[in-house]
């Protein structure tokens, strides 16, 4: 059970990972990621029926990364509201998502269909999801030291200042939008694989987890400008919300009592980052100084 | 050869209402390559509109060439991959959460994805460069923009907007959010880069008088969207600040504009 739980951890972490993207580097509220999210699973479910379980994550990245490009496009050329494009999408996308699985809402993984995941082996499917976030997040922190990753984040920071130095902020937007829904739509991938079950209502309330990975896992960062550190942080973020989970769920037995209890966590995490830095901090500054 | 050629530039606001206003009428301006103008004005009298023009964040009748190319038909993110541009407030040039390094790769221009060597060697010459102005930057190349106070944010986007093959250099009040002392000190350093880069023609819009007679060798004073004085080097030098004086006070006391 504990294994179980890391290992959503480490699978919901990339869904972090897309949220931080758009919302926090990008400074766009993009709500397409409930979509791309089913739109992930949705594509993997298929693809991994046809035997193909690591295109499947692929394709469902890609799928995500064409939603995000919509809202993206939504936004930049025909100059709709950042919320209300996610909207559209979102909205668009569940039918597209229908379509994808043939109407059918929810999809049981057969058990001749072979996934990434060996169910059976438990510390074998913590490995896989740990690795496979640990690539996705170090390919992040690249993207984000590269040109047009400095490009993206200065987008998110000052548009203004990007435009006066010669570059289309537009691109960069359908950029940022369409690798943060990629990743979340990974995610959304491999959470189908890993519970083998696919469900068209997989991507509801999806943000709000995000959301609360990012607290949680900021609230331990206090140089929140590095890329690196906070998707550590994310990570753990991550893993520390399905413990809370696991420990409702093992309490109250209601998985009900999880939107509540999420709330108030979110308003915990945020009191403990006003907690000033911790000491040792502050005499390595004085040592310094 | 003229650097910069603006014909006939209007520009008018609620364009075909009754309430139609113009702010720029039929301007006409030539700069040569080492102009360093300073342009004078009240306010509302067309001198960020002429600007804003240029990069063509408004839309204009009449045209506008860079080095004997019209720019007319060019979005603004492409004519300011060729102008530099440094506003008022030190916030806007600069991404703070980015690094001052990254700042400045950002403003390199160059195409390269990633290329570590190249990058190294560039940041070192920004370094140099940056050295020399004696402010400290070059000390706090990873610090993101985001801490460092207004002057320093102000040289740091007036050397990007300078560096990198930029073919005019617009500065739109860029002292004026800056104490006396730090407002001094980079209009020096203003000075400095535009003879280090073999100057690129600039334009300097400013409401200091004394910066307008000490910098810079040719003096703009705009009225009601038209250019009303135009002095250039030895007359710009034996320009007086009373005479100044009396051709803006002149402006500022026309009642008709006062009304506006």
Known sequence: ?289 | MNSLSIKKLSVAFQKGTPSEKKVLDEVNLELEKDDFVCILGSNGTGKSTLLKAILGLVPYTGSISLNEKPIDNEKPYKRARKIGVVYQDPLTGTSPNLTVGENLLLASRKKSFLNKKANRAFLNKAKEDLSSYGLGIEERMRTPTGLLSGGMRQVLTLYMASTFDSELLLLDEHTAALDPNAATKVMDITENILVQKKHIPTLMVTHNLDFALRYGNRLIVLNKGKIVLDVKNEEKKSLTREALLESYGAILSDKTLLRE
């Open chain 1, 1 to 289: 059970m504990v294994l179980n739980a890391i290992t959503l951890g480490f699978i919901f972490a990339l869904l972090g990972f897309g949220i931080f993207i758009s919302f926090k580097i990008l400074n766009f509220t993009d709500l397409t990621a409930e979509a791309s999210f089913t739109c992930g699973a949705a594509i993997s479910v298929i693809i991994t029926q046809l035997g193909f379980p690591i295109l499947a994550i692929f394709l469902g990245a890609l799928g995500g990364a064409f939603a995000g490009a919509i809202t993206a496009l939504l936004h930049t050329k025909l100059k709709i509201e950042k919320v209300l494009s996610g909207i559209l999408t979102l909205t668009a996308f569940y039918t597209v998502n229908l379509l994808i699985t043939d109407f059918k809402p929810n999809i049981n993984l057969p058990k001749s269909a072979i996934g990434i995941f060996p169910t059976e082996n438990p510390w074998l499917c913590l490995a896989i999801a740990a690795s496979i976030t640990v690539v996705v997040g170090l390919l992040i922190v690249f993207f984000f030291k590269t040109k047009p990753g400095m490009a993206v984040r200065a987008t998110g920071d000052n548009e203004a200042m990007v435009s006066t130095l010669g570059l289309n902020t537009d691109n960069y937007k359908i950029i940022g939008l369409a690798l943060s829904n990629a990743v979340v739509a990974a995610s959304g991938a491999l959470f189908m694989q890993y519970e083998r079950y696919y469900d068209s209502t997989f991507g509801t309330g999806m943000m709000v987890v995000g959301v609360v990975t990012i607290i949680i896992g900021g609230a331990f960062v206090h140089k929140r400008h590095y890329t690196s550190l906070m998707l550590t942080g994310i990570t753990f973020g991550s893993i520390a919300y399905r413990f809370l989970y696991m420990g409702v769920l093992y309490f109250t037995n209601r998985p009900q009592y999880m939107k509540l209890i999420s709330a108030v966590a979110i308003v915990i995490f945020i009191l403990i980052s006003y907690i000033p830095l911790p000491k040792r901090e502050a005499k390595k500054k004085e040592a310094k100084a």
